[in-house]
């Protein structure tokens, strides 16, 4: 069965600061994308970043990126330079090609930016 | 405004009432996806619509159905509603029907509805 984990449940980063959030998945399949998406206090969903699985290069969008480490089926998200505004739920998601377009996602780690 | 539009925002109703939730995906995209967000739990796949047609189906139970009509809107019906129904619902949408490894570039979502089951 397709998984996503992310194994912390809440982080805190300074203002300026970077972080990293953790993500597992598993999966048989090598054609798979996986993607961030943020979840702020008005409840929006936001893609931040997305990986496909048979890119070795690692994404990144402005301050985020990813490390995508396909053998250990790990893709976890960096925020360099945090802002509070970064402040949210962030959910690992992913989606395979026997899946058709269903995501899984996981359950979500919650970032506070302190000033 | 991400472009999928999702009414109503909260929904306050009884247990074992009806409710329906109602979805405008994005303009273009013909896939309308439906999830539940429970407290503390990621997102739940209910059910996919594609240009009218269901797609596939999730951990939807029963007393829930859903449809997407001819200008592609879709609804999603919660009936005889239960305490645990309380979520925040997610409609979302996407130009592709399935796996596409060239456009799967992820959802659109909704803001969401909260339904609130007292």
């Known amino acids: 069965a397709q998984t996503v984990t992310q194994s912390q449940p809440e982080m805190s980063v300074q203002e300026a600061e970077t972080v990293t959030l953790s993500c597992t998945y598993d999966?048989?399949?090598?054609?798979?994308?996986l993607f961030w998406y943020k979840q702020p206090p008005s409840r929006q969903m936001i893609l931040v970043i997305r990986q496909e699985a048979y890119k070795q290069q690692n994404a990144t969008e402005n301050r985020f990126s990813v490390n995508f480490q396909k053998a250990a089926k790990s893709f976890s998200l960096k925020i360099s330079d945090s802002q509070l505004g970064d402040t949210a739920m962030y959910f690992c998601?992913?989606?395979?090609?026997?899946?058709?377009?269903?995501?899984?996602f996981g359950t979500g780690t919650s970032l506070t930016v302190i000033p | 405004d991400s472009g999928v539009t999702q009414t109503p925002k909260h929904l306050i109703t009884a247990t074992g009432q009806r409710v329906t939730l109602r979805c405008s995906p994005r303009s273009g995209d013909l896939s309308v996806y439906w999830y539940q967000q429970s407290l503390d739990q990621g997102l739940q796949f209910l059910i996919q619509?594609?240009?009218?047609?269901?797609?596939a189906k999730g951990n939807i139970l029963e007393r829930f159905s859903a449809q997407q009509f001819p200008d592609l809107h879709s609804e999603l019906n919660l009936s005889s509603l239960e305490l645990g129904d309380s979520a925040l619902y997610f409609c979302?949408?996407?130009?592709?029907?399935?796996?596409?490894?060239?456009?799967?570039?992820?959802?659109?979502f909704g803001s969401g509805t909260r339904l609130t089951v007292v």
């Open positions: 979302a949408s996407s130009v592709v029907e399935a796996w596409d490894r060239r456009k799967t570039y992820g959802y659109t």
């Open positions: 619509y594609y240009n009218g047609e269901e797609r």
């Open positions: 999966t048989s399949e090598s054609n798979y994308y």
């Open positions: 998601a992913f989606t395979e090609r026997n899946t058709g377009n269903q995501f899984y």
